[in-house]
């Protein structure tokens, strides 16, 4: 879209200057806000659906309340980016959800109107409430109005409806609170229509407040016939308005009411602004107005990618997708065919999760528990003592609002729940609310838990056969971010997972055998005076899409089971004389040294190399994507690279057999550092002898919040990138 002049947004550098606009211009500012909104985050990307449905309600809010003195609380943040071009940011909008740019949500202090962050949803209405308690506490003159606007699906929360109760205590008190749904049909919704429109404008008048309260005081000392008069107004209302269950709160509801009629919306707050008490404004809103598309297909344009609006966002070409949620929604989909106990549990998440396809083969088995986290727990746990199979999708920062769920309804009870946690680790432009770094910290704690972190698509599949066939409480940790295909040549084929070919190597069968050679290379090396890159002793994980192959129902891991992507040469060839079949055993390589033939490289000479310079051993614990991240670099410093895959059991044998026989440890996971399970490891490694003991370095997520930025820009940030990690340890040894 080419750049717009806006004859009206253009002057407008605060909500100061929106109330000194005449009330006549507010459709054409209305339109202006829509024109901007839809021009920057078609280029930005984001989210778009629900700021396009709320701009008459945000355009009348700044219009009326003297804001940013009165305070407007949001609820699911999304919907608040008129908001932010109405406050000062219309200019730098183009930033937003960018490293260092405007925050993805409301953000407290960003500007004088944001008094609390908003990034997980059904919270407005008991900061506000506790905003209204605190203003009663100041002179009657200096007392600031309190609104929350509340939407998009967030009245669906527990968390609302517990501060609706806990406001109702306080309806004969001097407490003021307005509250207002932004009805877009994504929450409760009813038709708007002429009588309700009309009732809606006589019940927020003053002189209808006035005659209601007026009567109340008279009836007050008649408490029978008070009582019937109170009953009355409720059954006549309830008749005829969806307000009964906010009344009974004790909320003066008033609505529902057109809310993209600029000078209706305008008149009623108008009115509602002089009200004492609680109040309820139900505004009926259609998400995405104003831009066809978005009108029709609201879930869609709910969170947008770049794209032309005059095109709109083209359908994709059905590919596979390489997500890793996309391998959990093919699982799930998979393990329905044969089992109809199988439960899908998701809080609002159906799409996010990769749980389309899933609920629309098998609505019976599909549960969209609406944004209430603490409630998918407990419907999961009844599910479980019921006797079925309950498999629940819940982000990693929104499971942080169920953690008393993961406990007293999952992990307690010893309850065969399958808990996935969906975008484990950096996020990226949502910020900090959306981020998943601190679920590795708060659930390796609980006891009953088994944890697991895959390191690619495949190994989720095979995790989630595992986690299902335990019968026990299971978290399985992913990130948001791509992997390799889970299609080969003829995905109807079904075969055991992966099987690495075997590297052909020289023709060394028996270890002295072996021994000869290396003497040999040794030989070759002190005469050339140099030394060959490294070959690696495994072959490599990754997987291109030529290759790769459909991954069988019957895979599965035993617990504590790791994956051994390289190991150190001197290492091998200890544990190959000494023949330690336990520690071998332990790192997943074969024991047998007939066997030694697939992991050895055709030129033994920088092996040997490698054993003469005694160089100090390094050994790489990675948790999650980045053990195949980093194969290549480790491969080529010989470093041992483990994929760990067990955040719980952790392979604690392993460990300290690792501790005595290598002068450097390295854990990498993509969680919070303080509390996470590098922590652990290190407290293992502190249990070795002195004498023996590795020095160990923990590689995570910085103990601060992590802002937006795309996901690449973050980790870079976190010094996760392979760079940095392969530096962290080179200065750790120096």
């Known amino acids: 879209m080419e750049s717009v002049t806006y004859q009206l947004l253009d002057r407008i550098d605060g909500a100061a200057d929106v109330r000194a606009l005449p009330r006549e211009v507010l459709p054409e500012l209305c339109h202006e806000v829509r024109s901007c909104l839809i021009e920057t985050v078609s280029k930005t990307a984001g989210h778009l659906a629900s700021g396009l449905g709320v701009v008459e309600l945000t355009v009348a809010l700044h219009y009326v309340y003297n804001t940013p003195q009165d305070i407007l609380v949001w609820d699911v943040g999304h919907q608040a980016y008129p908001h932010k ?47 209204a308690v605190a203003e009663r506490n100041k002179p009657e003159a200096q007392r600031r109005k309190v609104v929350a606007i509340i939407g998009d699906g967030a009245l669906s929360g527990g968390c609302a409806f517990e501060a609706l109760n806990h406001a109702g205590s306080f309806q004969d008190r001097d407490v003021d609170l307005t509250v207002i749904l932004n009805d877009n049909e994504m929450s409760i919704s009813e038709n708007v229509g002429g009588l309700a429109q009309g009732l809606a404008h006589i019940m927020a008048s003053p ?57 209706r919306l305008v008149t009623i707050l108008q009115n509602v602004r002089k009200m004492k008490g ?66 899908a549990v998701t809080p609002a998440m159906r799409v996010g999760s990769g749980l389309s396809e899933f609920a ?42 169920a ?92 075969t055991s997972l992966l099987g690495r070919a075997a590297r052909v190597g020289p023709q060394v069968g028996r270890l002295s055998e072996l021994q000869d050679a290396l003497q040999a290379a040794k030989s070759a090396t002190a005469s050339a005076g140099s030394r060959a890159p490294l070959a690696s002793l495994m072959v490599s994980p990754q997987l291109s899409e030529a290759s790769a192959i459909k991954v069988s129902l019957e895979t599965k891991l035993e617990l504590g089971q790791v994956e051994t992507l390289h ?3 001197a290492h091998f060839i200890e544990l190959m004389q000494a023949h330690d079949e336990a520690t071998l055993g332990r790192l997943g390589l074969p024991c047998d040294d007939t066997l030694l033939t697939p992991y050895l490289p055709h030129d033994l000479t920088p092996v040997a190399a490698a054993l003469q310079t005694k160089a100090p051993r390094v050994a790489v614990l990675a948790f999650g994507p980045m053990a195949h991240e980093l194969y290549e670099a ?40 303080l509390g996470g399970i590098g922590e652990h490891i290190s407290a293992l490694v502190a249990q ?19 802002m937006e930025g795309t996901r690449a820009e973050l980790l870079a940030e976190q010094g996760l990138t392979v760079p940095d990690i392969m530096a962290a340890i080179a200065a750790e040894r120096a």
């Open 207 to 263: 002189h209808y407040v006035k005659l209601v309260e007026g009567g109340k005081r008279i009836l007050s000392a008649l408490p029978t016939v008070r009582e019937l008069a109170l009953r009355a107004q409720e059954h006549a209302k309830g008749m005829i308005m969806p307000g009964t269950l906010f009344e009974e709160f004790g909320f003066n509801y008033i609505g529902p009411i057109d809310g993209h009629d600029i000078d």
């Open 85 to 131: 071009i109405l406050t000062g940011h219309r200019k730098e909008f183009a930033t937003i959800r960018q490293h260092g740019g405007l925050h993805a949500f409301i953000w407290r202090g960003e500007t004088p109107y944001d008094v609390l962050c908003t990034g997980h949803a059904s919270t407005s209405i008991g900061s506000a409430l506790g905003l």
């Open 567 to 569: 190991l150190n040469w």
């Open 278 to 343: 609680l109040t309820f404004l139900h505004v009926v809103t259609t998400k995405g107005k104003g831009y066809a598309p978005a009108e029709q297909d609201p879930i869609c344009y709910h969170g947008v990618p770049t794209f032309n609006p005059h095109e709109g966002i083209a359908p994709h070409e059905a590919k596979e997708d390489l997500s890793f949620s996309g391998a959990f929604g093919r699982w799930m989909c998979d393990k329905a065919v044969t089992d109809r106990k199988l439960m």
């Open 634 to 673: 480790c491969a080529a410093q010989d470093y041992t690279l483990i994929n760990m895959r067990f955040i719980k059991p952790l392979n604690e044998e392993l460990i300290a057999a690792l501790a005595g026989s290598y002068d450097l440890i390295v854990t990498v996971e993509e969680g919070a550092r």
């Open 360 to 401: 629309a083969t098998y609505p019976h088995q599909f549960f969209d528990v609406a944004i209430a986290e603490q409630h998918a727990m407990v419907f999961a746990s009844g599910l479980a003592a019921g006797g079925m199979r309950p498999v629940v999708n819940i982000y990693s920062s929104f499971m942080q609002r």
């Open 403 to 494: 953690y008393d769920g993961l406990i007293h309804d999952m992990a307690i009870q010893n309850l065969p729940i399958v808990l996935c946690l969906d975008r484990g680790g950096l996020v990226g432009p949502d910020g900090p609310t959306h981020n998943g770094s601190f679920d590795i910290a708060y659930t390796r704690t609980v006891p009953n838990l088994v944890i697991m972190a895959p390191a690619s698509r495949h190994e989720l599949y095979t995790m989630l056969n595992t986690a299902y066939a335990l019968e026990r409480p299971v978290v399985v940790r992913y990130p948001r971010t791509n992997g390799e295909s889970m299609q080969g040549p003829d995905p109807s084929k079904s």
């Open 688 to 706: 070795t002898p002195a004498a023996q003991r590795a020095r160990v370095l923990n590689i995570g997520l910085h103990d601060a919040f992590i």
